[in-house]
């Protein structure tokens, strides 16, 4: 009983009152955490159907055809394997099935994929009666995550974007099937895409095929660690600061990255959509530059154009590509932003020494302004909204670490934002410089 003059609504009530608060509270996260754990494991559980479906396709055609020379078809280079299955010297479904065979081991040691495209089964045979043969006919053609394809996910790593099926192809996606290549398998990204690294909550790390305790680089990690291990011949990939060239470069492979409006964007998904200081593009991943220009030449026809009317309908310039002509190239081994490393100097100066054999002319120029480019045009247009719209896509999601940091700096309100900048300027001039442009913009 309480004394003369109290009540029960004394210190030791409130206390019980406020961990009864504190712990429903906990529990309420963590009954919220176990059910997106839950569409984790759900997400996982059908990825490994589908690619066990994948492996079992090409297990029985491998029994079935004991003679197909899976080895020479795996060390064929594109243009080469091109050639031989429009003359008819070798089945589409040959290569089809290595490849499917091929893709799903290198999974198991890399974790690369995201998904199976299935309809690669029937698509090959609607292939084989093309009357017209396309310039990719009958190659198997993967596809970054990010770039839709029908009746699959296109996650970026997101939990809010597993069952979401997209509703028809890309349009890049619909030109290579019209050029005869089959897409057969989606590959991993880091999740919201804007990272160097490769690792999302639902699918895990992809691993580099060069070193496994590295990263192949992102965001088109899992084209990169594919096709630099093999699995893939040819794959799409998507860029805005370097993640078709950094992959690459990682996975000891080839890039290229067009002009932003130089093939069709859409059906690709973006994390950040309207901007316009730093244009991002869809191009192609391969093992040498001959299939590169070939992905080019086949994406660039008349489809492209007709399915896309704000692509400039401007054809692949056959006559600059093949010519001869001595070329006067620029070159420099820093941008005066970031120092290059050894490695990355040496390449430089070793493809100049090579271009310049071979009689081209190499200018070294210094890039100005490039520091004043990144935080001043490139970041602030990233992030024009104060990081309103890039925090969105990660509210009632499970966070990669990575992303922590960066999600860490972006939810500060613009003040503080501000007053860090101000602080860190005369210490770490890049971390202030990077603050005080992820601050709210407004309109002129």
Not at 93 to 104: G, I
Not at 181 to 189: E, G
Not at 361 to 369: C, D, G, R, S, W
Request: glycine share 8%; with cysteine; hydrophobic share 40%.
């Amino acid at each position: 009983m309480p004394f003369p003059g109290e009540t029960w609504l004394s210190p030791y009530l409130g206390t019980a009152v406020l961990c009864c608060l504190v712990v429903t509270i906990w529990l309420l996260r963590w009954k919220r955490r176990a059910a997106l754990w839950k569409q984790v494991e759900e997400a996982r559980r059908k990825r490994e159907q589908r690619l066990e479906r994948m492996q079992k396709v090409a297990l029985t055609f491998r029994e079935q055809n004991p003679g197909v020379e899976a080895d020479r078809i795996l060390s064929l280079p594109l243009v080469e394997l091109s050639e031989e299955l429009r003359n008819g010297s070798l089945p589409p479904e040959h290569v089809l099935y290595t490849y499917l065979d091929k893709a799903f081991q290198v999974n198991k040691d890399i974790n690369c994929l995201t998904d199976y495209l299935q309809e690669c089964e029937s698509q090959l045979q609607e292939v084989k009666k093309q009357e017209k043969k396309g310039l990719l006919y009958g190659i198997p053609v993967s596809v970054k995550d990010s770039i839709e394809c029908k009746g699959h996910d296109s996650t970026m790593g997101f939990l809010k974007n597993l069952n979401r099926p997209a509703a028809e192809d890309s349009v890049v996606v619909q030109v290579l099937k019209r050029q005869g290549a089959i897409p057969f398998v989606k590959s991993n990204v880091p999740q919201g895409l804007l990272s160097y690294d490769c690792s999302n909550v639902i699918f895990g790390p992809t691993a580099n095929p060069l070193n496994h305790t590295r990263s192949p680089g992102g965001s088109s990690g899992g084209e990169g660690a594919l096709i630099g291990s093999g699995g893939s011949i040819l794959g799409i990939g998507t860029d805005i600061g370097g993640s078709l060239r950094i992959p690459a470069a990682f996975c000891g492979i080839c890039a290229f990255k067009p002009t932003g409006s130089r093939l069709s964007q859409k059906g690709m998904v973006a994390i950040l959509r309207g901007q316009k200081s730093a244009i991002p593009a869809i191009g192609p991943m391969a093992r040498d530059v001959d299939s590169l220009a070939l992905y080019m030449r086949a994406l660039l026809c008349d489809d492209l154009f007709r399915l896309d009317s704000s692509v400039p309908p401007m054809p692949f310039k056959e006559e600059v590509y093949a010519s001869s002509r001595p070329l006067r190239i620029g070159y420099h081994d820093t941008d005066s932003l970031t120092l290059a490393t050894p490695s990355m100097r040496r390449a430089v100066l070793e493809t100049k020494k090579l271009l310049e054999d071979a009689g081209h002319t190499l200018v070294p120029f210094k890039p100005h302004f490039s520091e004043d480019f990144f935080f001043n045009v490139c970041l602030t247009g990233l992030f024009a909204d104060g990081s309103s719209t890039y925090v969105d896509n990660f509210k009632g999601e499970l966070k990669e670490p990575y992303a922590r940091q960066f999600l860490l700096m972006t939810k500060m309100p613009d003040w503080f934002k501000k007053l860090i900048s101000w602080i860190t300027g005369p210490i770490i001039p890049r971390l202030s410089k990077m603050l005080g442009n992820l601050v709210t913009r407004k309109a002129l």
